[in-house]
């Protein structure tokens, strides 16, 4: 697959990965705009091809209590405003056909969440936007049945598709992520690796979801040497008080690190 296909990512002659990254839900303008600042200073840094992420709303809950956003308009409004101010691309999940349209507004890159992976109206209506569909491998499907999801996108005459993988059900309460599955689905699209949400272990007794952060540097090496193309993180400065998500995000202060390892790591695998 082309990456060149896909306009909001513009590589350097480093040939880095690309980097989906921020936090898991837009909480308001104030940390939108310190979590992007961060990672904008990063990537440019680093010359990693980067793309902003912030959910406008967050549609999979455990609970009904549980952070769902500030308002549709006000979140979109806000992803608007990081991609003006630091001239980089966005990319938010939808979760209806109406959302499609909508989000298309205001953001380059539309997310199909994992559960919504075979939902045919949602990922067509994604598609007829003009704008990139990253669709996220569902957490029961195969590398293999990725290629009619893509399909779904480019059959609409819409070549900008690319596949996330957050991993696979093992058990009722943690993922897997299976690395024979990244060239298998790099036939089809670019692939990414969701490093954060791999590590996710849902359907707790407490109706809110856990994680092992302390794996998020071993998953994203992992996928580096596994050939991935992307790598999507979700980060926040105050993990422990993020309204969605705080427990399988990566602290923001630890991202330079990690993105230097990386990218270190990226130079060696490019020579093979």
Same mark, same amino acid.
């Given at each position: 697959?082309?990456?060149? /296909?896909?306009?909001?990512?513009?590589?350097?002659?480093?040939?880095?990965?690309?980097?989906?990254?921020?936090?898991?839900?837009?909480?308001?303008?104030?940390?939108?705009?310190?979590?992007?600042?961060?990672?904008? $200073?990063?990537?440019?840094?680093?010359?990693?091809?980067?793309?902003? /992420?912030?959910?406008?709303?967050?549609?999979?809950?455990?609970?009904?209590? %549980?952070?769902?956003?500030?308002?549709?308009?006000?979140?979109?409004?806000?992803?608007?405003?990081?991609?003006?101010?630091?001239?980089?691309? $966005?990319? #938010?999940?939808?979760?209806?056909?109406? @959302?499609?349209?909508?989000?298309?507004?205001?953001?380059?890159?539309? +997310?199909?969440?994992?559960?919504?992976?075979?939902?045919? @109206?949602?990922?067509?209506?994604?598609?007829?936007?003009?704008?990139?569909?990253?669709?996220?491998?569902?957490?029961?499907? %195969?590398?293999?049945?990725?290629?009619?999801?893509?399909?779904?996108?480019?059959? $609409?005459?819409?070549?900008?598709?690319?596949?996330? @993988?957050?991993?696979?059900?093992?058990?009722?309460?943690?993922?897997?992520?299976?690395?024979?599955?990244?060239?298998?689905?790099?036939?089809?699209?670019?692939?990414?690796?969701?490093? $954060?949400? %791999?590590? +996710?272990?849902?359907?707790? %007794?407490?109706?809110?979801?856990?994680?092992?952060?302390?794996?998020?540097?071993?998953?994203?090496?992992?996928?580096?040497?596994?050939?991935?193309?992307?790598?999507?993180?979700?980060?926040?400065? @105050?993990?422990?008080?993020?309204?969605?998500?705080?427990?399988?995000?990566?602290?923001?202060?630890?991202?330079? /690190?990690?993105? #230097?390892?990386?990218?270190?790591?990226?130079?060696?695998?490019?020579?093979?």
């Amino acid at each position: 697959m082309d990456l060149n /296909k896909i306009p909001q990512i513009k590589y350097t002659d480093s040939q880095n990965f690309f980097l989906l990254a921020g936090p898991c839900a837009i909480e308001g303008e104030e940390m939108a705009m310190r979590i992007a600042e961060h990672m904008v $200073t990063l990537t440019n840094t680093l010359q990693i091809p980067y793309i902003f /992420k912030g959910s406008f709303k967050k549609a999979n809950r455990s609970r009904l209590d %549980s952070f769902t956003g500030i308002g549709d308009e006000k979140a979109l409004k806000i992803l608007r405003k990081v991609s003006e101010t630091f001239e980089v691309p $966005t990319v #938010t999940d939808i979760h209806t056909e109406q @959302d499609a349209a909508m989000a298309a507004e205001y953001v380059d890159v539309l +997310q199909i969440p994992a559960f919504l992976a075979r939902q045919t @109206d949602l990922v067509v209506a994604a598609a007829e936007t003009g704008k990139t569909v990253n669709i996220k491998k569902g957490q029961f499907m %195969s590398p293999e049945s990725m290629k009619h999801a893509v399909n779904k996108v480019t059959e $609409t005459g819409n070549e900008q598709a690319i596949i996330t @993988d957050r991993g696979t059900m093992f058990g009722y309460q943690d993922m897997i992520v299976d690395f024979r599955g990244v060239p298998t689905m790099k036939q089809f699209a670019p692939v990414v690796l969701d490093v $954060t949400h %791999s590590l +996710q272990q849902p359907n707790q %007794s407490s109706g809110v979801t856990g994680g092992r952060p302390a794996l998020i540097g071993t998953m994203a090496r992992a996928g580096i040497a596994a050939g991935v193309d992307g790598l999507f993180i979700e980060t926040h400065f @105050d993990c422990a008080n993020a309204k969605s998500d705080g427990a399988n995000m990566l602290d923001l202060a630890l991202m330079k /690190k990690l993105l #230097t390892d990386l990218v270190a790591l990226k130079g060696v695998v490019n020579q093979f």
